[in-house]
């Protein structure tokens, strides 16, 4: 609730708003959390606890280093409220280190005298704070790329010729079901990445021209909070079971994404991503990477598939690479109000428990 001008800021007027930047900084619940330690508290005012009471400046500049360091992982930019110092009077709209000129009279009749601020601060009044913790609620599931860190968490590949169908899986484990939660909630992702080490050129007619142009071509596939999305090519992209991230996910596979040949001599063949929540971990997901080489053959025997007989088999040789990795988030350390402070979400694990060999 906003504060009227002239007033200053009650205990219950700042735990309104500490409650707020609790849910999206601290533990939270559901789709609000980035599991960071908070360091504003709730308060009670000096004294005899009631709501009326004043809240000082040092409870408030513990609230401006939280906006700051979730605004900072949302956008990248310190915050615009000026540093608060013990002494200051939080105002509705402005603040000041004065002391307030008191009128003797009471023309509002709310049983406290008047009085006027001299010296203000527009940067640093409490409706300021309002004002930027509704653009962090509308805002948490944003991450400034600067404030993330990405790192490769495991590899597969194949480097023996194939046909058919071949597969990896592996399993994400995170140290608990909150620490899961707050690792979307704060930008992270899981990242999928395939190559195939062709030395021609890619679409070049041949089989291996083919995977290459299929696997490379997406570039990098993100899975995050409420999306799988890929920083490349879309042609012949697909979401078969449609728009899913962690939180549409279920304890049946789904498939997130799927990448088709272009139709033609081998376009039966496809790739594709299948994910899930554990039905015997809720700490994991799992995850299936499937490579499906489905023919038909090349001319001379068009119409029989790449492995079935009697077709002539047409296999792929060169070698496949896959890279499964993870965004977290990571601010940049900095420093607010002379404390060195940091977001810092931990890296899940990841365990292959089948490959493509």
Not at 182 to 187: I, K, Q, Y
Not at 238 to 254: E, K, V, Y
Not at 309 to 330: K, W
Request: net charge negative; glycine share 10%.
């Amino acid at each position: 609730m906003a504060v009227s001008r002239g007033d200053l800021v009650t205990a219950a007027q700042y735990n309104g708003l500490q409650n707020r930047i609790q849910q999206v900084l601290g533990v939270g619940s559901s789709d609000f959390g980035y599991g960071q330690t908070v360091i504003s508290s709730q308060v009670s005012g000096p004294g005899v606890s009631s709501d009326a009471e004043v809240v000082s400046a040092e409870q408030m500049q513990s609230l401006r280093d939280d906006f700051d360091r979730a605004l900072k992982h949302q956008t990248g930019n310190n915050i615009s409220i000026a540093q608060l110092a013990s002494g200051d009077l939080i105002g509705a709209d402005v603040s000041t280190g004065d002391l307030p000129n008191f009128t003797g009279e009471d023309t509002d009749g709310d049983g406290f005298t008047d009085f006027t601020l001299s010296n203000t601060v527009a940067t640093k009044g409490f409706n300021d704070y309002l004002t930027i913790m509704t653009t962090l609620e509308a805002g948490k599931d944003t991450v400034a790329v600067a404030e993330t860190d990405d790192s490769v968490l495991d590899s597969d590949q194949r480097t023996t010729q194939w046909n058919g169908t071949i597969n990896s899986e592996f399993i994400v484990t995170f140290s608990s079901v909150d620490a899961m939660r707050h690792f979307f909630n704060a930008g992270g992702e899981i990242q999928i990445q395939g190559e195939c080490d062709y030395s021609g050129t890619p679409l070049d007619g041949s089989r291996n021209g083919l995977w290459e142009n299929m696997l490379g071509s997406p570039g990098l596939i993100r899975f995050g909070s409420t999306y799988t999305t890929l920083d490349g090519n879309t042609s012949n992209v697909t979401f078969p079971d449609g728009a899913i991230g962690f939180r549409q996910l279920t304890t049946s596979n789904q498939i997130l994404f799927k990448r088709s040949a272009s139709a033609g001599t081998y376009g039966d063949s496809y790739w594709q991503i299948e994910g899930r929540l554990d039905p015997n971990n809720t700490q994991r997901l799992r995850f299936v990477v499937t490579l499906v080489d489905d023919g038909p053959e090349s001319n001379p025997d068009e119409g029989d598939k790449g492995s079935i007989e009697p077709g002539v088999v047409e296999p792929i040789t060169a070698p496949i690479f896959f890279d499964y990795g993870a965004r977290r988030a990571l601010s940049t350390t900095f420093e607010s109000n002379g404390t060195t402070r940091r977001f810092e979400i931990p890296f899940p694990s990841l365990v292959r428990t089948n490959t493509f060999e």
